[in-house]
């Protein structure tokens, strides 16, 4: 009888330390599950940096007013490898889940963003991905 008790107790150790390493597991995977949305702009020849930097103020905003916003980020290229294309100004904003992504697309002050930026850019690409460790 203490055999069988002793194996009951082995079996159900083994099974709640998996339950919980697979938990563990998720939770690691919840914790680095981000969503980012790569946006870079080719600014019209003759677009002046109080311009671009009154267009970054303006994106960087919208994560006060747009919650789903988790993140922004913004930088100016300064690699020497010279293929950005002519992209120069990167803005990195950062989501949790496709569905606040696609929130942030439809958002009246996102619309009212792109509507501002709009006459000033020659060019813009836009890349998501699920970041990954």
Do not use: Q
């Not at 919650?67 to 930088?75: D, M, T, V």
């Amino acid at each position: 009888m203490m055999m069988k008790s002793m194996a009951l107790a082995s079996g159900l150790a083994l099974a709640l330390g998996v339950l919980f390493s697979g938990a563990a597991t998720l939770a690691v995977e919840k914790k680095f599950r981000l969503l980012r949305h790569l946006v870079a702009f080719k600014y019209k020849e003759g677009t002046g940096d109080a311009k671009i930097a009154e267009i970054e103020k303006a994106f960087g905003g919208l994560k006060k007013t747009i919650l789903e916003i988790k993140a922004f980020e913004k930088g100016v290229n300064n690699s020497p490898e010279g293929l950005n294309k002519g992209f120069k100004h990167c803005y990195l904003i950062t989501f949790d889940s496709e569905k606040g992504r696609d929130i942030y697309l439809k958002h009246p002050e996102h619309l009212k963003f792109v509507d501002l930026v709009g006459p000033i850019i020659e060019d813009v690409f836009v890349i998501d991905y699920w970041a990954k460790e």
